[in-house]
């Protein structure tokens, strides 16, 4: 089932290119939005997430249009969404930050949004936290609370952009658990630097540069992208895309081969890293 | 735990069915309490438990309910639309206590300086249509509401929401001023001379918001005040207070004010976050 569906869309700042018509579906699952700063992917998921209109395309959520003043109300019914700087309010207990987001997705009935805080409070293992003010949650625990304010209603569409960002390794797999739960049922959209939370999380991702889709398949797609060009050697090669050393001593390098390297696994970093680098160069070239 | 001896049958049976004495039921719950097999007996209804330990959840978790929602409930302000009006940026308690602090400064300077008393209240009556204005351009959207990003995603985002916040902190601008209005020395009529010139710079900024962002709309529209009573200064203070709060001005505050209204109402729409600016 499709749920969004982009066409042409495009949105520029001045002078400058953020979405350069951009063409996407997306369908019930976990989706990865990859891309270096600047690629476009907060401005895709703000447009998405109708915090900001684009200049030009169609945006379709559910088949609504939230360029129709009439159909946006229902498409925000429709959707959950944590922006990168949430900006929850400090001096709200985490019980009273929900308890307003609520209240701003229409959830008059006090006793139905009670028991709907209770239960993303729960979903995001933060029940006991519910009295906690937000300045006193830690990183960790305050992405959870963003992530609970956009469960609130049980929406069809969450939009979250970088949830992972700034986490420690423990955090970020209690929040990789959380996002898998919810894709099982519901379409996620997310953003990230990290291609670890894309072979984690997604069942499919789609890499941006320059405000343009560069790439839209599966992990497993993306790493084939680096088939025969990923080495080891001994030595530092010459002339190579990139390469670095890795923990055993090798030098891992994407690109032609050096000599006297033998072929590796190619990963989704090496297939995101070569996509990148002959995106870079058509940008350049362009 | 449990207990060396447990509840016979007959007992439970009774307690079950409500046929014991309140000091028997006392001594099977203190029994209770201390032995987890004869609790496992008591058949208990686990939808009224959920609900019980959810009602006690929400008893301890949710927000207590403040003197001023009791009073706003009994004016007939519904329950959700309290919690609507907390998060407004403009009627948080600093700048609450800020703006009282200045207007009780403003009166205690009149009181206590002797001679230009009426200067005071003078210059009171044309700074105070600026305080409502400011109010209005911490209610709603950035950079006042840190949260505006989320806000302006819900279904409640739009010009009802912007409305009912501006609303409310304009009453409570005008209800502090008003009150300083009335301490300050001169003529009775200072009191209320100002309030038509602070109705329009507020529906003239709600208008302008339509266009511009609301912070924007108000800096605009004070700052033409601000410059207007300026540019007045040169001129005898007493010509300035009847050319700017006559009754030829008042009459067209009022109909400026109506006309912002009904730019307002026609624009109201384009408070949406989603479209463009």
Redesign the interface.
């Given at each position: 089932m499709t749920t969004v569906t982009v066409q042409g869309l495009g949105k520029h700042y001045g002078a400058t290119v953020a979405l350069d018509a951009v063409d996407l579906t997306i369908e019930v699952g976990v989706t990865g939005l990859l891309g270096p700063n600047g690629a476009g992917k907060s401005t895709l998921l703000r447009c998405l997430a109708t915090a900001m209109a684009p200049d030009d395309g169609t945006i379709r959520v559910g088949g609504l249009d939230p360029a129709v003043a009439a159909q946006r109300t229902e498409v925000r019914r429709r959707i959950g969404y944590l922006p990168q700087n949430p900006g929850l309010y400090p001096n709200f207990t985490a019980y009273d930050l929900l308890d307003y987001v609520a209240v701003l997705k229409e959830m008059t009935d006090s006793r139905r949004r009670k028991a709907e805080v209770r239960r993303v409070l729960d979903e995001v293992e933060l029940t006991d936290r519910a009295r906690t003010k937000v300045r006193k949650l830690s990183g960790g625990m305050r992405q959870r609370l963003g992530l609970a304010q956009a469960l609130l209603g049980d929406p069809e569409l969450v939009i979250l952009d970088e949830p992972t960002v700034g986490l420690d390794p423990e955090q970020r797999m209690l929040f990789r658990a959380l996002i898998s739960r919810l894709g099982e049922r519901r379409t996620v959209l997310l953003s990230t630097h990290q291609t670890e939370d894309v072979g984690a999380l997604c069942e499919r991702v789609v890499v941006m540069s320059g405000g343009r889709v560069v790439f839209d398949g599966s992990p497993r797609e993306l790493a084939v992208i680096a088939e025969g060009q990923v080495w080891l050697s001994e030595r530092p090669p010459v002339g190579n895309a990139a390469y670095w050393r890795n923990a055993d001593g090798f030098y891992r390098t994407i690109g032609r081969q050096p000599d006297g390297a033998e072929a590796a696994r190619p990963s989704i970093e090496d297939g995101y890293l070569l996509l990148l680098g002959n995106a870079v160069t058509t940008e350049v070239a362009r | 735990m449990t207990t060396d001896w447990h509840l016979d049958p007959g007992l439970i049976e009774q307690y079950e069915t409500g046929a014991l004495e309140p000091s028997r039921i006392m001594a099977v719950e203190a029994h209770l309490l201390a032995c987890a097999d004869c609790r496992a007996l008591i058949p208990a209804d686990d939808a009224w438990l959920a609900d019980s330990w959810?009602a006690v959840?929400?008893d301890?978790?949710?927000?207590p309910v403040s003197p001023i929602q009791r009073l706003l409930a009994r004016a007939g302000l519904?329950?959700?639309r309290f919690?609507?009006l907390?998060?407004t940026p403009a009627l948080r308690w600093s700048w609450l206590l800020a703006t009282a602090a200045v207007l009780m400064l403003a009166v205690a300077a009149a009181r206590f300086s002797g001679d230009g008393t009426l200067l005071i209240g003078q210059a009171f009556l044309m700074a105070a249509p600026i305080l409502p204005v400011t109010a209005v351009s911490g209610a709603y959207g950035p950079p006042a509401?840190?949260?505006?990003?989320?806000?302006?995603?819900?279904?409640?985002?739009?010009p009802a929401?912007v409305l009912w916040r501006a609303v409310s902190v304009i009453g409570v601008a005008v209800l502090m001023a008003t009150v300083a209005a009335v301490l300050l020395p001169g003529p009775g009529w200072y009191a209320a001379a100002w309030l038509l010139p602070a109705l329009l710079l507020c529906t003239g900024t709600l208008a302008l918001a339509t266009v511009v962002s609301l912070p924007t709309a108000a800096a605009v529209l004070g700052g033409l005040w601000v410059t207007g009573v300026l540019a007045a200064v040169g001129t005898s203070q007493e010509q300035v207070v009847a050319s700017m709060f006559g009754p030829t001005a008042q009459l067209a505050y009022l109909l400026s004010a109506a006309l912002a209204a009904a730019v307002l109402i026609l624009r109201r729409?384009r408070f949406?976050?989603?479209?463009?600016r």
């Open positions: - | 959810s959840y929400d301890i978790h949710a927000p519904p329950e959700h919690r609507l907390t998060a509401d840190p949260m505006h990003e989320i806000t302006g995603t819900t279904p409640a985002a739009g929401l729409r949406d976050l989603g479209e463009s």
